[in-house]
C-alpha cells in the first residue's frame, strides 16, 4: 500500500501494542494527529499520553476526538490483536473508513528508506535493537522500529532525519513481514511457531523461503537454517555463527568473568579483539554477530563496532538482570517458544553455576501451549523448578483440555501453578534467602505487570 496525501491524521487500534506505539510514535513526530484505543492502560499507553498522543480504554465511538471524524484525513490502523467484533473496528468498517494493518502502514513508511530488517523466530527483537544502536551511535546514524523497549533510548522508535537506514523488526506473525522490502536482512532462526497461522513446519519455513524473495541486497543468515533461500539475481547471501569459523561473520575466544562476556569478532577480511559485550547474556554473542556482521556492511568502523557493543544496554523484558546479590539473581525474560527458553536457561546456567534454579512461567496463547506442550515441558523439566501461571489467552479463545494443568503433567521436576495474584506472596515466602538461587520470570502475557513488584519485594 501507500499512504495517500490526503492522511492528516492516524487512529491506531491497539495502540498499546510494541509495533503500533512505535508507528504512533513516528507519525507523531512527523506532524500528524494521532490517537487510539487499547484494552488496557500499560506503560506503553501511559507514556503516550505522557508523549500527548490521546489514548482511550473504551471501545466506543462516543470516545473518539472529533479529528477522526473525518474519514477522508483519518487512517485507521489495525493490529490483529483486536477482533474484527471490536465496536471500533466495526463501526470504521461500515462508516467505510480506509483500514489498514500495522504491517502494511510500516511497510509503506519503511519503502522510503534502506531497510535493514531482522526476522527470525527467535533473537529478532535483541538484534534489531543492537543493530539500530550500532548504526545510531556511529557515523552512519539510523530510523528504527523496534520490537522492544531499547534500555539505552527507552523507546521503540529512533528517528534521524539525515539517516536514509531503518531498522525494522520483521514480524512472521499473520506473514507480516511479506509486506516489507528489505534493502538487507538478518534471519536468526526458523524453528516453527505461528502454527494457528502456516499450518505446518514446512508451511512457516515456506514463509521465510519467500522472505528472502523481497530482499534487494543482501541476506546475512545464521548458520545451519533448515530454508533454502530465493534471491534476486545480484543480491548476496552471507551466513553467521558463533566458533564456526566456517561462517563469514563468526564469534569466537568466548571468555566469561565476573559477570562480563568477552569475545573476538571475524568479518570476511578481519578480527576485531576483545569485544566486551554490553548485555552480558550467553545468547546475546550470537545476536551481537547478525547485528555487527549488518552494521559492517553499512559502513560502521571497527572501532564504533568496539564502542557500540559495550555500550548496548540491552532490551526491556529481555534477559534483563534486575537483582544480581550472592544470595539471589533475579532475571526476567520475554521467552516464549520453547527453544527460546532453553537459550534462557542455557545463560542463567553459564552466568550463575550452581544455583537453585526457578523459573514461573505464563504461557502464551492456547494454540501454541498445545502445539509445543512437550516442548515446553522437556525444556522447563531441566529447571530445579518450575511455577505455572494460568495461559495467557492474547486473541484466543480458550481450548477444551489445554490448561496449565495439562503442562504440569509432563513435567518433570518440582512444579506447581499459582494464581498471578498469589505469585508475589508465594515467592516470598517459597524462596530460601540461605540457598543462592537464579529466579526467572518467563512470559509473553502480562507477567510483566508483576515484574516492578517482584523487583521490590524479594530485593534483601
Known amino acids: 500500500m501507500t499512504i495517500s496525501n490526503h492522511v492528516q491524521s492516524f487512529y491506531f487500534l491497539g495502540i498499546g501494542g510494541i509495533g503500533m506505539s512505535a508507528l504512533a510514535r513516528y507519525f507523531a513526530s512527523r506532524g500528524f494527529l494521532c490517537a487510539g484505543y487499547d484494552r488496557t492502560p500499560s506503560p506503553i499507553t501511559k507514556a503516550l499520553e505522557q508523549e500527548g498522543i490521546a489514548v482511550t480504554y473504551e471501545d466506543d465511538e462516543s470516545a473518539l476526538p472529533a479529528w477522526a471524524l473525518n474519514k477522508t484525513a483519518c487512517l485507521i490502523v489495525r493490529t ?18 480506509t483500514i489498514a494493518k500495522r504491517a502494511e502502514v510500516l511497510g509503506a513508511v519503511t519503502r522510503q528508506m534502506k531497510a ?14 543492537i543493530l539500530a544502536h550500532l548504526l545510531h551511535e556511529s557515523k552512519v546514524g539510523t530510523n528504527a522500529f523496534l520490537g522492544g523497549i531499547s534500555n539505552n533510548y527507552q523507546s521503540n522508535l529512533l528517528v534521524d532525519r539525515n539517516s536514509p537506514y531503518v531498522v525494522v523488526e520483521a514480524d512472521e506473525y499473520d506473514r507480516s513481514f511479506h509486506q516489507l522490502t528489505p534493502y538487507m536482512s538478518v534471519i536468526t532462526a526458523a ?25 534487494q541486497s543482501a541476506l546475512i543468515m545464521k548458520k545451519g537454517l533448515p530454508i533454502t533461500p530465493r534471491m534476486k539475481k545480484g543480491t548476496k547471501v552471507y551466513t553467521y555463527a558463533v566458533e564456526d569459523d566456517t561462517a563469514d561473520f563468526y564469534a569466537d575466544h568466548i571468555r566469561v568473568s565476573e559477570g562480563k562476556i568477552m569475545f573476538d569478532f571475524h568479518t570476511p577480511s578481519s578480527t576485531i579483539a576483545d569485544l566486551d559485550l554490553g548485555a552480558p547474556v550467553w545468547v546475546n554473542i550470537e545476536n551481537a554477530t547478525a547485528a555487527m556482521a549488518v552494521a559492517w556492511l553499512n559502513g560502521v568502523t571497527e572501532a564504533e563496532l568496539k564502542r557500540g557493543i559495550a555500550s548496548f544496554a540491552g532490551v526491556w523484558r529481555r534477559f534483563n538482570i534486575l537483582i544480581n546479590t550472592p544470595a539471589l539473581a533475579y532475571i526476567d525474560d520475554y521467552a516464549h517458544h520453547p527453544q527460546e527458553i532453553e537459550a534462557s536457561i542455557n545463560s542463567i546456567r553459564k552466568l550463575f553455576p550452581g544455583r537453585h534454579t526457578i523459573g514461573v512461567f505464563q504461557p502464551h496463547l492456547y494454540t501454541r501451549t498445545r502445539d509445543f506442550a512437550d516442548g515446553f515441558a522437556s525444556v522447563l523439566s531441566t529447571l530445579d523448578e518450575v511455577v505455572l501461571l494460568p495461559i495467557y489467552p492474547a486473541r484466543e479463545l480458550p481450548i477444551e483440555g489445554v490448561n496449565s494443568d495439562m503442562l504440569m503433567s509432563k513435567i518433570t521436576c518440582p512444579v506447581t501453578i499459582v494464581q498471578k495474584a498469589d505469585l508475589v ?12 538461587t537464579a529466579l526467572m520470570t518467563i512470559g509473553a502475557g502480562d507477567i510483566d505487570r508483576l515484574v516492578p513488584r517482584i523487583s521490590v519485594e524479594l530485593r534483601v
Not at 506472596?425 to 543462592?436: A, R
Request: aromatic residues 14%.
Open 425 to 436: 506472596d508465594y515467592l516470598k515466602q517459597h524462596i530460601d534467602p540461605h540457598q543462592p
Open 191 to 215: 524453528d516453527p511457531d505461528h502454527l494457528d497461522i502456516y499450518g505446518t513446519p514446512e508451511a512457516y519455513r515456506e514463509g521465510f523461503e519467500h522472505y528472502t524473495s523481497l530482499i
Open 116 to 129: 535493514l530488517c531482522v526476522a527470525g523466530t527467535h533473537g529478532k527483537t535483541t538484534t534489531s535493537t
Open 80 to 97: 490483529p490483536a483486536v477482533p474484527e467484533d471490536s465496536r471500533l473496528y466495526t463501526w470504521f468498517r461500515d462508516q467505510q473508513y
